[in-house]
């Protein structure tokens, strides 16, 4: 075995989760190496669609225009158990209130090449985590790879490596949860026959859905035109015990489930790629077990409805980033790693709550019409659609902290408008590109600003000419883009609650400290 390399922290797992964190902890000048078990980077569809959360975030650290040129199409609705009432994002103050259509692949290429591009971080490939040990300075990964096992070690270590995590199981996480009988099939196929018959790129989460409901046991959605020819299959079937749900997906149920759709008229030529999938609800009881975390699908499994996973695990992403770069950096205020799992856990769990009950509203059998029937009703109601719609999309997000029950903003996402600094307009989102907090103040709050010189190189102070459509005229947003303190030029409590709040959430105030050393090597055997 090779010598030990060293780093800062190491990501295992290169999906979309992985690949965010890496770009926000390679953002905050942290060492990072990510490794992936597979040869080469994933060339299928998988998730199909980002959430107007994710594309803010993206928007916010510069990566967005990519995506959208990578993308098949937006859609400015959303659904909640493919119900036949669609729900829009109107009324959250998105700058961006639309879902982005887009294969995995391609966010993930996006993310890759811009990981490479502005860091020159690379993939290590036929990198598979084989044992981990951790102790009181740093954690030893052995990872096997065409040239033989070799040895990293770093201060800290993050799976982002899916649902059968190799990081969960060797840290001994329970992942307790639920399963039911269903079964999933999901496949990027190319078409013999049909293709003029299916019409064009989705305009509308309608062309997405379309449940038949000719058979009570199964489920199937309409061909989603891809790229290059290429189909996404959807479809599913009650009723199959655990095992069944757990047998390799054959050929000829993608060929069954289109011509049960489309009987004739449609004929699939080759499959390129089919996976199996299930409404199995699960989340690991702990996000952090001492200096090794999870995030993403290693964090939590659920049916993929709503196309909340792949948001999921980005947000995942975005939180625990900056936490743990102040972590390594040396500033972290005591229990700001901790508040990772203290935040995200509740989401995670909302999440698995929420695509339990789709599950069940999903179901075509006919005990659970009347339940969907009053589900159409409600979602009939603007404050009902208006919720929903929140949650799934990621835009209701509040962490409680420190203020957040006394005023709208504290807690909450930051909105994004338009902004005049230095004479020259611009979104707010574009100041938060550097990965820093950001104390931002208006005319009549200039003087807080200087509060946060000794946080300098943690958190930027900006003065606009004003706040448009904000209830505040000063707030401090942490680099994950969510309010942590929010005033008014009248509120004379404002300027101690600041200094609270730059110390609860970025540290002691004085200069940063010095970066330490890569965790030295452990005296284990091997």
């Given at each position: 075995?090779?010598?030990?390399?060293?780093?800062?922290?190491v990501?295992?797992?290169?999906g979309?989760?992985?690949?965010?964190?890496?770009?926000?902890?390679?953002?905050?000048?942290?060492?990072?190496?990510?490794?992936?078990?597979?040869?080469?980077?994933?060339?299928?569809?998988?998730?199909?669609?980002?959430?107007p959360?994710?594309?803010?975030?993206?928007?916010?650290?510069?990566l967005?225009?990519?995506?959208?040129?990578?993308?098949?199409?937006?859609?400015?609705?959303?659904?909640?158990?493919?119900?036949?009432?669609v729900?829009?994002?109107?009324?959250w103050?998105?700058?961006?209130?639309?879902?982005?259509?887009?294969?995995?692949?391609?966010?993930?290429?996006?993310?890759?090449?811009?990981?490479?591009?502005?860091?020159?971080?690379?993939?290590?490939?036929?990198?598979?985590?084989?044992?981990?040990?951790?102790?009181?300075?740093?954690?030893?990964?052995?990872v096997?790879?065409?040239?033989?096992?070799?040895?990293?070690?770093?201060?800290?270590?993050?799976?982002?490596?899916?649902?059968?995590?190799?990081?969960?199981?060797?840290?001994g996480?329970?992942?307790?949860?639920?399963?039911?009988a269903?079964?999933?099939?999901?496949?990027d196929?190319?078409?013999?026959?049909?293709?003029?018959?299916?019409?064009?790129?989705?305009?509308?989460?309608?062309?997405?859905?379309?449940?038949?409901?000719?058979?009570?046991?199964?489920?199937?959605?309409?061909?989603?035109?891809?790229?290059?020819g290429?189909?996404?299959?959807?479809?599913?079937?009650?009723?199959?015990?655990?095992?069944?749900?757990?047998?390799?997906?054959?050929?000829?149920e993608?060929h069954?489930?289109?011509?049960?759709?489309y009987?004739?008229?449609?004929?699939?030529?080759?499959?390129?790629?089919?996976?199996?999938?299930?409404?199995?609800?699960?989340?690991?009881?702990?996000?952090?077990?001492?200096?090794?975390?999870?995030?993403?699908?290693?964090?939590?499994?659920?049916?993929?409805?709503?196309?909340?996973?792949?948001?999921?695990?980005?947000?995942?992403?975005?939180?625990?980033?900056?936490?743990l770069?102040?972590?390594?950096?040396?500033w972290?205020?005591?229990?700001?790693?901790?508040?990772?799992?203290?935040?995200?856990?509740?989401?995670?769990?909302?999440?698995?709550?929420?695509?339990?009950?789709?599950?069940?509203?999903?179901?075509?059998?006919?005990e659970?019409d009347?339940?969907?029937?009053?589900f159409?009703?409600?979602?009939?109601?603007?404050?009902?659609?208006?919720?929903?719609?929140?949650?799934?999309?990621?835009?209701?997000?509040r962490?409680?902290?420190?203020?957040?029950g006394?005023?709208?903003?504290?807690?909450?996402?930051?909105?994004?408008?338009?902004?005049?600094?230095?004479?020259?307009?611009?979104p707010?989102?574009?100041l938060?590109?550097?990965?820093?907090g950001?104390?931002?103040?208006?005319g009549?709050?200039?003087?807080?600003?200087?509060l946060?010189?000794?946080?300098?190189?943690?958190?930027?102070?900006?003065?606009?000419a004003?706040?448009?459509?904000?209830?505040?005229?000063?707030?401090?947003?942490?680099?994950?883009?969510?309010?942590?303190?929010?005033?008014?030029?009248?509120?004379h409590?404002?300027?101690?609650?600041?200094?609270?709040?730059?110390?609860?959430?970025?540290?002691?105030?004085?200069?940063?400290?010095?970066?330490?050393?890569?965790?030295?090597?452990?005296?284990?055997?091997?």
């Open positions: 075995m090779s010598t030990a390399q060293s780093t800062d922290v990501v295992v797992g290169s979309p989760t992985g690949l965010t964190l890496a770009h926000e902890l390679a953002l905050a000048g942290v060492r990072v190496i990510v490794i992936d078990k597979l040869a080469d980077p994933n060339e299928h569809s998988k998730a199909l669609g980002l959430q959360r994710t594309v803010e975030v993206l928007d916010m650290r510069g967005l225009g990519a995506v959208l040129e990578r993308s098949l199409t937006q859609v400015p609705d959303a659904h909640f158990a493919g119900l036949p009432v729900m829009n994002y109107r009324g103050g998105s700058r961006h209130p639309y879902g982005v259509i887009i294969p995995q692949d391609r966010v993930e290429g996006v993310l890759e090449e811009a990981l490479a591009a502005r860091y020159g971080i690379e993939v290590r490939r036929s990198h598979e985590l084989v044992d981990l040990e951790q102790d009181a300075d740093g954690v030893t990964a052995t096997a790879t065409p040239h033989g096992a070799v040895r990293l070690r770093s201060r800290y270590l993050v799976g982002c490596d899916g649902s059968r995590s190799a990081v969960r199981k060797r840290l996480v329970a992942f307790p949860g639920t399963r039911t269903f079964s999933g099939v999901v496949a196929v190319t078409l013999k026959k049909g293709a003029d018959a299916l019409g064009e790129r989705p305009k509308s989460i309608r062309d997405l859905l379309g449940v038949d409901k000719a058979h009570q046991d199964r489920m199937t959605w309409p061909l989603v035109p891809l790229q290059n290429l189909y996404r299959v959807v479809w599913g079937i009650y009723g199959r015990g655990e095992t069944d749900a757990d047998r390799p997906v054959t050929e000829a993608v069954d489930s289109v011509r049960l759709r009987g004739d008229a449609v004929e699939v030529d080759e499959i390129r790629w089919l996976s199996r999938f299930t409404d199995s609800a699960y989340q690991a009881e702990h996000y952090r077990r001492g200096r090794v975390l999870l995030a993403g699908d290693a964090a939590h499994v659920h049916l993929p409805a709503a196309g909340q996973g792949l948001n999921l695990g980005v947000q995942d992403a975005m939180n625990l980033g900056w936490k770069a102040a972590e390594v950096a040396g972290a205020p005591a229990g700001l790693l901790d508040s990772y799992h203290g935040e995200r856990h509740p989401i995670g769990a909302s999440v698995v709550e929420n695509t339990r009950a789709q599950a069940v509203l999903t179901n075509p059998s006919e659970y009347g339940l969907r029937a009053i159409v009703q409600l979602l009939r109601m603007g404050p009902v659609s208006h919720y929903l719609a929140g949650m799934v999309s990621g835009l209701d997000i962490y409680p902290m420190p203020g957040s006394t005023d709208e903003l504290t807690g909450a996402r930051m909105p994004d408008p338009d902004l005049t600094v230095d004479g020259a307009e611009r707010l989102s574009t938060l590109r550097s990965g820093r950001l104390l931002l103040t208006t009549a709050t200039r003087r807080w600003g200087t946060a010189d000794a946080w300098a190189g943690r958190v930027d102070a900006v003065t606009a004003a706040l448009p459509d904000v209830p505040a005229d000063a707030v401090l947003v942490r680099p994950d883009g969510y309010v942590c303190w929010a005033a008014t030029a009248s509120d409590t404002a300027p101690e609650r600041l200094t609270d709040a730059l110390e609860t959430w970025f540290g002691a105030p004085g200069p940063t400290p010095p970066r330490s050393e890569a965790a030295p090597e452990a005296a284990v055997s091997h």
